[in-house]
Nanobody, 116 residues
């Protein structure tokens, strides 16, 4: 089965940076896309950034210019570099990997807390 392991979350002050990583392992033949989502208390889960197997990226308007998504296909890993963090970025961040149009796997979530 497919396993996703997330790391890199933590507590930072406003204006600081964090780098999240998500490594996929298991029975994977190819990855269609990888992305990061987040969910804050009382809010729905939202897309933060997404990258396709061809390297095409897209970002939520709220993080454009501050966050960068990247990947290392050889080791099935996706990263999220987060700069100029704001308190409103506080949320649980989840990695998602699509290995097929009906096959999606989620990471366990990692907490990001930004203090003012």
């Amino acid at each position: 089965q497919v396993q996703l392991v997330e790391s890199g979350g933590g507590l930072v002050q406003a204006g600081g940076s964090l780098r999240l990583s998500c490594a996929a392992s298991g029975r994977i033949f190819s990855i269609l896309a990888m992305g990061w989502y987040r969910q804050a208390p009382g809010k729905q889960r939202e897309l933060v950034a997404h990258i396709t197997s061809g390297g095409i990226t897209n970002y939520a308007d709220s993080v454009t210019g501050r966050f960068t998504i990247s990947r290392a296909n050889a080791k099935n890993t996706v990263y999220l570099q987060m700069n100029s963090l704001k308190p409103e970025d506080t949320a649980v961040y989840y990695c998602n990997v699509a290995i097929g149009i009906k096959l999606n796997y989620w990471g366990q979530g990692t907490q990001v807390t930004v203090s003012s």
